[in-house]
Protein backbone atom coordinates (compact mmCIF):
# COMPACT_ATOMS: atom_id res chain seq x y z
CA UNK A 1 0.00 0.00 0.00
CA UNK A 2 0.58 3.68 -0.46
CA UNK A 3 2.57 4.87 3.09
CA UNK A 4 4.66 7.46 4.53
CA UNK A 5 7.87 6.91 7.27
CA UNK A 6 9.57 9.43 8.79
CA UNK A 7 11.98 9.70 12.02
CA UNK A 8 10.73 8.95 15.14
CA UNK A 9 10.63 12.01 17.46
CA UNK A 10 11.22 13.34 19.49
CA UNK A 11 14.90 14.94 18.30
CA UNK A 12 16.77 17.35 20.19
CA UNK A 13 19.20 19.49 18.67
CA UNK A 14 21.08 23.12 19.89
CA UNK A 15 20.60 25.95 17.99
CA UNK A 16 23.31 26.72 15.04
CA UNK A 17 23.34 22.88 14.65
CA UNK A 18 22.19 21.09 11.38
CA UNK A 19 18.96 19.31 11.11
CA UNK A 20 18.17 15.87 8.70
CA UNK A 21 14.51 14.55 9.65
CA UNK A 22 14.49 11.53 7.33
CA UNK A 23 11.05 10.70 4.90
CA UNK A 24 10.61 7.62 2.88
CA UNK A 25 7.16 6.36 1.08
CA UNK A 26 5.98 3.78 -0.65
CA UNK A 27 3.47 4.60 -3.22
CA UNK A 28 2.28 1.48 -5.52
CA UNK A 29 -1.10 2.87 -6.04
CA UNK A 30 0.34 6.37 -6.70
CA UNK A 31 1.36 6.88 -10.51
CA UNK A 32 2.84 9.94 -9.69
CA UNK A 33 3.77 11.01 -6.37
CA UNK A 34 3.79 14.69 -4.63
CA UNK A 35 5.64 15.21 -1.75
CA UNK A 36 4.98 17.50 1.11
CA UNK A 37 6.72 18.39 4.52
CA UNK A 38 4.07 20.23 6.54
CA UNK A 39 5.24 21.87 9.82
CA UNK A 40 3.00 22.85 13.21
CA UNK A 41 3.89 24.82 15.62
CA UNK A 42 2.74 24.97 19.32
CA UNK A 43 -1.09 25.88 19.31
CA UNK A 44 -1.56 26.09 15.52
CA UNK A 45 -2.62 23.85 12.66
CA UNK A 46 -0.70 22.47 10.59
CA UNK A 47 0.99 24.81 7.11
CA UNK A 48 2.66 23.76 4.38
CA UNK A 49 6.79 23.94 4.67
CA UNK A 50 7.15 23.26 1.05
CA UNK A 51 6.11 20.75 -2.11
CA UNK A 52 7.85 18.80 -4.85
CA UNK A 53 5.57 17.46 -7.42
CA UNK A 54 8.97 16.48 -10.01
CA UNK A 55 11.63 12.98 -8.87
CA UNK A 56 14.63 15.19 -8.39
CA UNK A 57 14.05 18.59 -8.20
CA UNK A 58 14.62 20.06 -4.42
CA UNK A 59 12.12 22.27 -2.51
CA UNK A 60 13.05 24.77 -0.33
CA UNK A 61 11.56 27.09 2.09
CA UNK A 62 12.75 29.27 5.46
CA UNK A 63 16.32 27.65 5.62
CA UNK A 64 14.87 24.77 5.31
CA UNK A 65 15.18 22.15 1.84
CA UNK A 66 14.28 18.36 0.97
CA UNK A 67 15.06 16.53 -2.59
CA UNK A 68 12.72 14.42 -4.18
CA UNK A 69 14.72 11.15 -4.81
CA UNK A 70 12.83 8.69 -6.79
CA UNK A 71 15.48 5.73 -6.74
CA UNK A 72 15.84 6.00 -2.79
CA UNK A 73 11.98 7.10 -2.76
CA UNK A 74 12.94 9.33 0.28
CA UNK A 75 12.44 13.25 0.58
CA UNK A 76 14.80 14.02 3.73
CA UNK A 77 14.27 17.42 5.51
CA UNK A 78 16.85 19.20 5.94
CA UNK A 79 18.31 22.67 7.59
CA UNK A 80 22.06 24.01 7.93
CA UNK A 81 21.49 25.72 11.04
CA UNK A 82 18.38 25.17 12.98
CA UNK A 83 17.01 27.92 15.15
CA UNK A 84 15.10 28.15 18.27
CA UNK A 85 12.06 29.20 16.13
CA UNK A 86 11.91 26.29 14.39
CA UNK A 87 10.54 24.33 17.57
CA UNK A 88 7.86 22.35 15.73
CA UNK A 89 6.35 18.81 14.71
CA UNK A 90 7.27 18.00 10.96
CA UNK A 91 4.89 16.17 9.11
CA UNK A 92 6.11 14.44 5.33
CA UNK A 93 3.26 13.61 2.97
CA UNK A 94 2.31 11.98 0.04
CA UNK A 95 -0.16 13.05 -2.37
CA UNK A 96 -1.22 12.04 -6.00
CA UNK A 97 -0.68 14.66 -8.72
CA UNK A 98 -4.12 13.37 -10.46
CA UNK A 99 -7.38 13.00 -9.07
CA UNK A 100 -7.63 8.99 -9.42
CA UNK A 101 -8.14 6.01 -7.28
CA UNK A 102 -6.20 7.61 -4.26
CA UNK A 103 -8.79 10.53 -4.39
CA UNK A 104 -7.28 13.66 -2.89
CA UNK A 105 -5.91 12.58 0.26
CA UNK A 106 -2.91 13.20 1.38
CA UNK A 107 -0.96 10.45 3.27
CA UNK A 108 1.17 11.48 6.53
CA UNK A 109 3.67 10.37 8.69
CA UNK A 110 3.31 10.19 12.26
CA UNK A 111 4.99 13.78 12.50
CA UNK A 112 8.66 14.65 14.08
CA UNK A 113 8.73 16.79 17.28
CA UNK A 114 11.65 18.85 16.42
CA UNK A 115 12.74 20.66 19.85
CA UNK A 116 15.44 23.48 19.46
CA UNK A 117 17.79 24.02 22.60
CA UNK A 118 18.90 27.79 22.59
CA UNK B 1 -7.29 36.33 5.60
CA UNK B 2 -6.59 33.01 5.02
CA UNK B 3 -7.41 30.56 8.05
CA UNK B 4 -9.69 27.56 8.98
CA UNK B 5 -11.55 28.17 12.66
CA UNK B 6 -12.21 24.82 14.70
CA UNK B 7 -14.19 24.77 17.64
CA UNK B 8 -14.42 23.98 19.81
CA UNK B 9 -10.47 23.40 20.95
CA UNK B 10 -10.88 21.40 23.83
CA UNK B 11 -14.34 18.70 24.54
CA UNK B 12 -14.54 16.17 27.22
CA UNK B 13 -17.56 14.28 26.32
CA UNK B 14 -18.69 11.10 28.59
CA UNK B 15 -19.61 7.38 26.16
CA UNK B 16 -22.81 7.69 24.60
CA UNK B 17 -23.48 11.12 24.38
CA UNK B 18 -23.55 13.18 20.31
CA UNK B 19 -20.46 15.68 19.67
CA UNK B 20 -20.38 18.34 17.65
CA UNK B 21 -17.56 19.57 15.87
CA UNK B 22 -17.01 22.57 13.73
CA UNK B 23 -15.27 23.92 11.18
CA UNK B 24 -15.27 27.09 9.38
CA UNK B 25 -12.88 28.62 6.31
CA UNK B 26 -12.54 31.75 4.67
CA UNK B 27 -11.09 31.12 1.42
CA UNK B 28 -14.63 29.71 -0.58
CA UNK B 29 -12.34 26.33 -0.80
CA UNK B 30 -14.49 23.87 -2.33
CA UNK B 31 -12.67 21.09 -0.68
CA UNK B 32 -12.74 20.42 2.58
CA UNK B 33 -11.22 17.52 5.03
CA UNK B 34 -11.52 15.71 8.60
CA UNK B 35 -8.67 14.09 9.76
CA UNK B 36 -7.57 12.82 12.90
CA UNK B 37 -4.61 11.91 14.95
CA UNK B 38 -3.92 9.91 17.26
CA UNK B 39 -0.71 9.16 19.40
CA UNK B 40 2.62 6.91 16.91
CA UNK B 41 0.02 7.25 13.89
CA UNK B 42 0.08 9.65 10.99
CA UNK B 43 -3.10 12.10 10.00
CA UNK B 44 -5.71 9.42 9.34
CA UNK B 45 -8.44 10.85 7.06
CA UNK B 46 -12.41 9.93 7.98
CA UNK B 47 -14.38 12.36 5.39
CA UNK B 48 -13.58 14.54 2.38
CA UNK B 49 -16.26 16.95 1.28
CA UNK B 50 -16.14 18.04 -2.49
CA UNK B 51 -19.35 21.24 -2.40
CA UNK B 52 -22.44 21.80 -0.28
CA UNK B 53 -23.52 17.92 0.23
CA UNK B 54 -20.55 16.46 -1.63
CA UNK B 55 -19.33 14.08 0.82
CA UNK B 56 -17.12 11.19 0.77
CA UNK B 57 -15.76 8.61 3.28
CA UNK B 58 -12.41 8.75 3.60
CA UNK B 59 -10.00 5.54 5.63
CA UNK B 60 -11.90 5.31 8.94
CA UNK B 61 -15.28 7.07 8.30
CA UNK B 62 -17.18 4.49 10.67
CA UNK B 63 -18.43 6.13 13.80
CA UNK B 64 -18.80 9.30 12.18
CA UNK B 65 -21.20 11.55 9.80
CA UNK B 66 -20.44 14.67 8.25
CA UNK B 67 -22.87 17.82 7.04
CA UNK B 68 -22.17 20.44 4.73
CA UNK B 69 -24.40 22.57 4.26
CA UNK B 70 -22.51 26.00 3.38
CA UNK B 71 -19.05 26.14 1.43
CA UNK B 72 -17.44 27.74 4.50
CA UNK B 73 -18.46 25.27 7.00
CA UNK B 74 -17.99 21.21 7.55
CA UNK B 75 -19.47 19.55 10.89
CA UNK B 76 -18.06 16.71 12.24
CA UNK B 77 -20.88 14.50 14.17
CA UNK B 78 -19.88 11.91 16.59
CA UNK B 79 -23.27 10.01 17.15
CA UNK B 80 -22.84 8.37 20.75
CA UNK B 81 -19.45 8.36 20.87
CA UNK B 82 -16.97 5.92 22.03
CA UNK B 83 -14.09 5.81 24.42
CA UNK B 84 -11.80 4.63 20.89
CA UNK B 85 -13.01 8.15 19.50
CA UNK B 86 -10.82 10.25 21.97
CA UNK B 87 -8.07 11.92 19.73
CA UNK B 88 -7.25 15.00 18.44
CA UNK B 89 -9.47 16.27 15.17
CA UNK B 90 -8.18 18.31 12.33
CA UNK B 91 -10.06 20.09 9.71
CA UNK B 92 -8.76 21.40 6.41
CA UNK B 93 -9.51 22.69 3.03
CA UNK B 94 -8.01 22.98 -0.39
CA UNK B 95 -8.51 24.90 -3.43
CA UNK B 96 -9.24 21.95 -5.61
CA UNK B 97 -9.08 18.63 -6.34
CA UNK B 98 -6.15 16.24 -6.53
CA UNK B 99 -3.36 14.81 -3.92
CA UNK B 100 -1.29 18.34 -5.56
CA UNK B 101 -2.97 20.78 -3.36
CA UNK B 102 -1.98 22.81 -0.68
CA UNK B 103 -4.10 22.10 2.46
CA UNK B 104 -4.88 24.79 5.00
CA UNK B 105 -5.62 23.20 8.22
CA UNK B 106 -7.13 24.27 11.52
CA UNK B 107 -5.14 24.14 15.02
CA UNK B 108 -7.45 20.80 15.97
CA UNK B 109 -9.60 19.82 18.24
CA UNK B 110 -8.68 17.69 21.22
CA UNK B 111 -11.59 14.93 22.29
CA UNK B 112 -11.58 13.35 25.14
CA UNK B 113 -14.51 10.49 25.40
CA UNK B 114 -14.75 9.21 29.32
Known amino acids: ?118 | DMKVTQMPRYLIKRMGENVLLECGQDMSHETMYWYRQDPGLGLQLIYISYDVDSNSEGDIPKGYRVSRKKREHFSLILDSAKTNQTSVYFCASSLGRGGQNTLYFGAGTRLSVL
Open chain 1, 1 to 118: GDSVTQTEGPVTVSESESLIINCTYSATSIAYPNLFWYVRYPGEGLQLLLKVITAGQKGSSRGFEATYNKETTSFHLQKASVQESDSAVYYCALGDKDYGSSGNKLIFGIGTLLSVKP
